[in-house]
Nanobody
Framework: QVQLVESGGGLVQPGGSLRLSCAASGSIFSINAMGWYRQAPGKQRELVGHITTGGSITYADSLKGRFTISRDSAKNTVYLQMNSLKPEDTAVYYC?????????????????WGQGTQVTVSS
């Protein structure tokens, strides 16, 4: 079993900053990539960005320059630094991880989701 635990969401005023964290734990053989998605009310879940084990980072074009993804490989943790937040950034932010696990002697590649953390940008 693998668990992703997110933290750091909350209420922030427009122009403010927040940092989200997501820690992976459990029967992890290796992590291929970790990242963030978000889902605003009435909208589809969309990619925020992700980082691979090799350090390659991809962002949604609309978020480049304001959001920064980083990681602590030793802690199996990915971070999302969000600056200059806007009301339209209000959403539930979900951590996602692409992880290899070992089960009954076999190696499997699986995708996992966190439970989501609410980010609300409002004055």
């Amino acid at each position: 079993q693998v668990q992703l635990v997110e933290s750091g969401g909350g209420l922030v005023q427009p122009g403010g900053s927040l940092r989200l964290s997501c820690a992976a734990s459990g029967s992890i053989f290796s992590i291929n990539a970790m990242g963030w998605y978000r889902q605003a009310p009435g909208k589809q879940r969309e990619l925020v960005g992700h980082i691979t084990t090799g350090g390659s980072i991809t962002y949604a074009d609309s978020l480049k320059g304001r959001f920064t993804i980083s990681r602590d490989s030793a802690k199996n943790t990915v971070y999302l630094q969000m600056n200059s937040l806007k009301p339209e950034d209000t959403a539930v932010y979900y951590c996602n991880a692409d992880i290899d696990i070992i089960s009954y002697g076999n190696r499997y590649r699986r995708g996992y989701w966190g439970q989501g953390t609410q980010v609300t940008v409002s004055s």
